[in-house]
C-alpha cells in the first residue's frame, strides 16, 4: 500500500520568504509528526497530532514554525520568514496511534534548502 | 525517555552477522526498547522493538540482557543494502509519540 507521501522532495527559497511542506501520512493513521534533520545532525522532533486532541508543539524551535492538519488527515508544515538554519530536510512520519506499540512510518523528506 | 549509547561507526561482512550493541543503563521498567535505521536519502524504517524477551522478525533480532541495561540488534545476514544509520531509542509507550533519536551507528556492509 501508499506510504507516507511528503511534497515537494526539495525546495529552494530565498531567505524571508515563506515555505509549505506538505504532508500525506498512510490512510488510517490517526497519529501525525514532523522531525526535522540538519546536516551533520539527528533528527529532531517538531509537532505531533493524535486524532481530534491539541497537537504536541513542544518541539517547534520558533514562533515561525506552525503546523495544521485538516480533517484528521494532510498536514501542512508552515515557515515564516525563513532563516539560513532554517535549511534541513523536514520529515514527516504516521501511525495508527499516538504512543503504544505501534511504529511510526516515514516519508522521505522535504529537502529545504534557504539561500 | 533513558538516554542511548552506541558506537559511531561499524563494518560488516556481506553476509556475515552484523551485531550493533546498545547502552541504556537508566532504563526503567515501563521503557521499550526501539530500533530504527536510515538509509541515505530516505526516511527512518522501524525494525523492531522489545520491552524484556528477546524479539525476533523478518528483519532482524533483538537480544535484551536480563538487567535491561543493554541491547543487541542483530542482523543475521548482512547485505550491501543494509548499510545505514541504525538508531537505537527508549521510550515508554503510553506517554505522547515522539521519538528522541541520538546520533545512531552508521553500519558499512563491504562486499
Known amino acids: 500500500g501508499a506510504g507516507v507521501s511528503q511534497s515537494p522532495s526539495n525546495k529552494v527559497t530565498e531567505k524571508g520568504k515563506d515555505v509549505e511542506l506538505r504532508c500525506d501520512p498512510i490512510?488510517?493513521?490517526?497519529?501525525l509528526y514532523w522531525y526535522r534533520q540538519s546536516l551533520g545532525q539527528g533528527l529532531e522532533f517538531l509537532i505531533y497530532?493524535?486524532?481530534?486532541?491539541?497537537?504536541?508543539k513542544s518541539g517547534l524551535p520558533s514562533d515561525r514554525f506552525s503546523a495544521e492538519r485538516t480533517g484528521g488527515s494532510v498536514s501542512t508544515l508552515t515557515i515564516q520568514r525563513t532563516q539560513q538554519e532554517d535549511s534541513a530536510v523536514y520529515l514527516c512520519a504516521s501511525s495508527l496511534a499516538a504512543g503504544g506499540l505501534q511504529p511510526q512510518h516515514f516519508g522521505d523528506g522535504t529537502r529545504l534548502s534557504i539561500l | 525517555d533513558a538516554k542511548t549509547t552506541q558506537p559511531p561507526s561499524m563494518d560488516c561482512a556481506e553476509g556475515r552477522a552484523a551485531n550493533l550493541p546498545c547502552n541504556h543503563s537508566?532504563?526503567?521498567?515501563?521503557?521499550?526498547v526501539y530500533w530504527y535505521r536510515q538509509i541515505h536519502s530516505q526516511g527512518p524504517q522501524y525494525i523492531i522493538h522489545?520491552?524484556?524477551n528477546n524479539e525476533t522478525n523478518e528483519m532482524a533480532s533483538l537480544i535484551i540482557t536480563e538487567d535491561r541495561k543493554s541491547s543487541t540488534l542483530i542482523l543475521p545476514h548482512a547485505t550491501l543494502r543494509d548499510t545505514a544509520v541504525y538508531y537505537c531509542i527508549v521510550r515508554v509507550n503510553n506517554q505522547g509519540g515522539k521519538l528522541i533519536f541520538g546520533q545512531g551507528t552508521e553500519l558499512s556492509v563491504k562486499p
Open positions: 537508566t532504563i526503567s521498567g515501563n521503557e521499550y
Open positions: 497530532f493524535q486524532g481530534n486532541s491539541a497537537p504536541d
Open positions: 522489545g520491552l524484556k
Open positions: 490512510s488510517g493513521h490517526t497519529a
